[in-house]
Antibody, heavy 123, light 110 residues
């Protein structure tokens, strides 16, 4: 059974770079028919797509929310067991619950979600 | 800028029927946008309800149905129960791996 587990620092400083990891178990990141995404939710607000990545044959093809593109990088680590995202130049507006999710490549929906990791940006 | 619109809030009586909608500022919503719907309790992970406009995800009761109504995607809940009280989000697929979430609808059952 697929399980996604996000992890991160909890607290990050303004202007710094945030690194988050999604550990994938029970399935292969390179499995045909799926891709992987990061989504966030600021306190009391709605969900926001951050980025997604298709990973095949050791090569990742990333896609980004245009409003975040200049600050975000999504990648699959060498072990091919984790999907990570970095977000640079942090501000308080990046405070959010960050989710990773698996997306179905036939119907373009998020079929499995992690529980999320809370990130607070504060000095 | 692409904006996906949802009613901020809605209320329904127990046993009643409610239809939540999902629009797009720059176009009519069609099946080509692969509308999907999720429900979420604050602080928890979203749960997938509907994908590809009208297909129910595994384990979702048939009280939930999805459709296209006019120029919007729609989620209809029939026989509303107290347990349906939640936040509901629609997502539209824009192509090239990019999805856009609606702002969410807070559904109250009272």
């Amino acid at each position: 059974q697929l399980q996604l587990q996000e992890s991160g620092p909890g607290l990050a400083r303004p202007s710094e770079t945030l690194s988050l990891t999604c550990s994938v178990s029970g399935d292969s990141i390179s499995r045909n028919g799926y891709y992987w995404a990061w989504i966030r939710q600021p306190p009391g607000k709605g969900l926001e797509f951050i980025a997604s990545i298709y990973y095949r044959g050791g090569i990742g093809s990333p896609y980004y929310n245009p409003s975040l593109k200049s600050r975000v990088t999504i990648f699959v680590d060498r072990s091919e067991r984790q999907v990570s995202v970095t977000l640079k130049s942090l501000t308080a507006a990046d405070t959010a619950l960050y989710f990773c999710a698996r997306a179905n490549n036939d119907w373009y929906f998020f079929d499995t979600w992690g529980q999320g990791t809370q990130v607070t940006v504060a000095s | 800028q692409t904006v996906v619109t949802q009613e901020p809030s809605f209320s329904v009586s127990p046993g009643g029927t409610v239809t939540l909608t999902c629009g797009l500022n720059s176009d009519s919503v069609s099946t080509s946008y692969y509308p999907s719907w999720y429900r979420q309790t604050p602080g928890q992970a979203p749960r997938t309800l509907i994908y590809s406009t009208s297909t129910r995800s595994s384990g979702v009761p048939d009280r939930y149905s999805g459709s296209i109504l006019g120029n919007k995607a729609a989620l209809t809940i029939t026989g509303a129960q107290a347990d349906d009280e939640s936040d509901y989000y629609c997502v539209l697929y824009m192509g090239s791996g990019i999805s856009v979430f609606g702002g969410g609808t807070k559904l109250t059952v009272l």
